[in-house]
C-alpha cells in the first residue's frame, strides 16, 4: 500500500507532527493486530491441545486460565484495528435522513463523545490495574497476575482514541485498509 501523505515533508527533511503521527499510529495499529492475531492462536491452540489431552484421559492445567487471558487480549487488541478500518456497526438509517450539515454535526458529536469514552475507559483500566497489582490478584489455576491485562486494556483505549481524533481531524483519510 503507498502512504496517502507522501508529499507532505518540510524542506529540512523533518516530517511534520501529523505525517509522524499518522505513521505512528498505522504501525501501533498494526502491531495491535498482531498481537490480537497471537491471541487468537494461543487460544485455539490451547483449546485443540486440552481437548485432545482429554480424550487421553490428561489433565491440561491452566487450559482455561490461558484461553481466558488469550480472548481478552484477543478482543482488546482488536478495536484500534476496527476503528482504523472504520469496522463499527453504525446506525445509517437515521443518519442519511439527516442534512449533510446535520450528519457533520452528529458525526463530530458522536466522536468527540467516543474520544471522552474511551478515554474514561484507559483511565479507570489503568486505576483497576493498579488496584489488581496491590491487592496482588492472579488467575485461579496457574496464579499469572492479571494487572497487566488493564494495562493492556487502557492502552488499546488510548489508542481507540487517538484514531477517532485522527479521523475526526482528517475524515477523508483511512489509516489502515481493509
Excluded at 2 to 30: E, M
Excluded at 51 to 70: N, T
Excluded at 159 to 177: D, F, G, M, S, T
Amino acid at each position: 500500500m503507498k502512504d496517502q501523505d507522501s508529499s507532505s515533508s518540510v524542506g529540512n527533511g523533518v516530517k511534520p507532527f501529523p505525517t509522524i503521527y499518522f505513521k505512528l499510529l498505522r504501525r501501533i495499529t498494526l502491531l495491535f493486530l498482531g498481537i490480537s492475531i497471537l491471541g487468537i492462536v494461543v487460544a485455539m491452540s490451547v483449546t485443540c491441545l486440552d481437548v485432545i489431552c482429554r480424550i487421553f484421559r490428561i489433565s491440561f492445567k491452566g487450559a482455561y486460565d490461558i484461553v481466558v487471558i488469550a480472548g481478552a487480549i484477543t478482543i482488546t487488541c482488536s478495536l484500534p484495528y476496527t476503528t482504523a478500518v472504520k469496522g463499527h456497526v453504525s446506525i445509517d438509517y437515521f443518519f442519511h435522513k439527516l442534512s449533510k450539515r446535520g450528519r457533520i454535526i452528529v458525526d463530530i458529536i458522536t466522536r468527540i463523545l467516543s474520544i471522552s469514552l474511551f478515554s474514561l475507559l484507559a483511565m479507570q483500566s489503568i486505576k483497576y490495574g493498579k488496584e489488581l497489582f496491590d491487592r496482588g490478584e492472579v488467575t485461579l489455576t496457574l496464579q499469572i497476575p492479571v494487572f497487566w491485562i488493564l494495562y493492556v486494556i487502557s492502552i488499546s483505549c488510548i489508542l481507540v482514541a487517538l484514531i477517532i481524533l485522527y479521523n475526526l481531524l482528517h475524515p477523508e483519510k483511512v489509516i489502515v485498509e481493509l
